[in-house]
């Protein structure tokens, strides 16, 4: 049978739909397709962090009713969980599951030799695999809906986790990246009942031999702690120095009426601790356009505050009512001519910073993981700045120069492994 998969959203999303390819495909229960028209199951893992999300997988799922009506739809995810009866509205002929039984996916479609992979061995398509080591979030976000769809907070026993990436290593995955609802509250024990927090965790799994390096998906600012700056800084590139640290806001007001735990000045604070003992790690953030309430004059101070952080790049989104969270009961929601130009002026500032980050790192030798294909080889430096490759050096790791920029783009060629040394690494 041929199996079609969409994922939308987050890499613990990435990471499920992942886990539920490889028990289908290695019990040979099915093949992958690239194409849902031709599919016999057709999966859609959905999210619903923003409305957006929402019509997109519901849009998508229309699609398949109406172009293959004879293929078995399974739509799971966040969106099934919240909301099933818009998916079957959308899809009446499929089958909605949400989080909590995608485990059992592969039975309700009568895949019953499945084996029963708690892990992954690989990551379809990609030279870098997503390993989830906690889901959920307990935090009161007044604009998110995800602490009402993944309340529990949970984490992954650490010898499981570490026997996933030893196989991934082994099979040849030169970057792991780990990924969580609430990463940074990841809180396990291990076989002698020893408490494992999240730097604990990274300190184990850096003990791990083999030639890999450990990248984190989004952290909160509160993470940031000197123990774990600490621990950055001595992993010598092992953990790549390269962080993603939502803000939200640089207005005060903005964090509070948003239910975030810190200030802007706080922020700053970690963020020069941060770059006093890993001067080159690179820092992302998710920044919203549009909360309720939010004056033109805290939209400014947002903007200022975020143009001092010198970030290396931004995720802007447009603040989206979530139904059921406190900021969707509020009065005053901004029109959405507001909410647009806003948005549009966080993505000219992030085109800036991308444009600069790539200018900047011209002349360095970066050790990159090898990505794309032959015909169009790129690569992904341990900052995260993407590059477009002079020849395709084949998979796993290379040393790349980076000679050049345009715009966003940066452009390097591949060195032989000696060669880097005459150059200057920018980690
Ligand atoms: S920390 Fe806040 S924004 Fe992030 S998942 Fe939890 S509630 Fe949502």
């Known amino acids: 049978m041929k199996a079609f998969f969409k994922t939308y959203g987050c890499r613990v999303n990435q990471y499920e739909t992942e886990a539920l390819r490889e028990k289908l495909t290695k019990s040979r229960f099915a093949e992958v397709s690239e194409d849902f028209a031709s599919a016999d199951l057709c999966v859609i893992n959905t999210c619903t962090v923003t409305e957006e999300a929402d019509q997109d997988a519901l849009r998508l799922a229309r699609k398949i009713n109406r172009r293959n009506p004879a293929a078995k739809l399974i739509v799971t995810g966040c969106l099934a969980e919240r909301d099933p009866a818009a998916i079957q509205n959308a899809a009446p002929g499929a089958l909605v599951i949400g989080n909590k039984d995608k485990?059992?996916?592969?039975?309700?479609?009568?895949?019953?030799?499945?084996?029963?992979?708690?892990?992954?061995?690989?990551?379809?398509?990609?030279?870098?695999?997503?390993?989830?080591?906690?889901?959920?979030?307990?935090?009161?976000?007044?604009?998110?809906?995800?602490?009402?769809?993944?309340?529990?907070?949970?984490?992954?026993?650490?010898?499981?986790?570490?026997?996933?990436?030893?196989?991934?290593?082994k099979n040849r995955c030169p970057e792991i990246v780990l990924c969580g609802i609430r990463l940074g509250r990841y809180l396990s024990t291990d076989l002698a009942s020893r408490r494992i927090d999240f730097v604990g965790l990274l300190e184990r799994l850096l003990e791990?031999?083999?030639?890999?390096?450990?990248?984190?998906s989004s952290l909160e600012i509160t993470d940031v702690t000197d123990r774990f700056i600490?621990?950055?800084?001595?992993?010598?590139?092992?953990?790549?120095?390269?962080?993603?640290l939502p803000l939200q806001s640089g207005s005060d007001k903005t964090l509070k009426e948003m239910g975030r735990w810190y200030t802007a000045g706080f922020y700053r604070r970690r963020l020069e601790a941060l770059r006093e003992k890993v001067p080159n790690c690179a820092v992302f953030s998710d920044v919203m356009a549009g909360f309720p309430g939010e004056s033109d004059a805290d939209f400014e101070e947002s903007?200022?505050?975020?143009?001092?952080?010198?970030?290396?790049?931004?995720?802007?989104?447009?603040?989206?009512s979530r139904p059921g969270t406190a900021a969707e009961k509020r009065a005053?929601?901004?029109?959405?001519?507001?909410?647009?130009?806003?948005?549009?002026?966080?993505?000219a500032l992030d085109r800036q910073l991308r444009t600069d980050f790539a200018s900047h790192a011209v002349g360095s030798v970066s050790r990159i993981v090898v990505e794309g294909r032959p015909g169009k080889p790129e690569g992904l430096c341990e900052n995260f700045l993407s590059v477009s490759l002079d020849r395709y050096p084949g998979p796993g790791f290379a040393w790349v120069r980076i000679h050049s920029s345009k715009d966003l783009n940066a452009?390097?060629?591949?060195?032989?492994?000696?060669?880097?040394?005459?150059?200057?690494?920018?980690?």
Request: aromatic content about 8%; some cysteine; hydrophobic content about 40%.
């Open 208 to 216: 791990i031999p083999g030639d890999f390096r450990i990248r984190l």
């Open 411 to 427: 452009f390097a060629e591949v060195l032989p492994q000696r060669a880097r040394e005459n150059f200057p690494i920018v980690r």
């Open 303 to 320: 903007l200022r505050f975020i143009g001092e952080m010198k970030f290396s790049g931004l995720h802007p989104f447009r603040y989206s």
């Open 332 to 347: 005053d929601h901004l029109p959405e001519k507001i909410i647009l130009s806003r948005a549009e002026s966080l993505r």
């Open 103 to 169: 485990k059992n996916i592969p039975a309700l479609i009568g895949c019953t030799s499945a084996p029963d992979l708690s892990s992954i061995t690989g990551f379809w398509g990609h030279s870098r695999a997503f390993v989830k080591i906690q889901d959920g979030c307990d935090m009161g976000c007044s604009f998110c809906i995800i602490p009402s769809i993944r309340p529990n907070l949970s984490a992954r026993p650490f010898e499981e986790i570490s026997s996933e990436i030893q196989g991934l290593i």
């Open 230 to 244: 600490a621990l950055l800084s001595r992993a010598d590139g092992k953990i790549a120095p390269s962080l993603h």
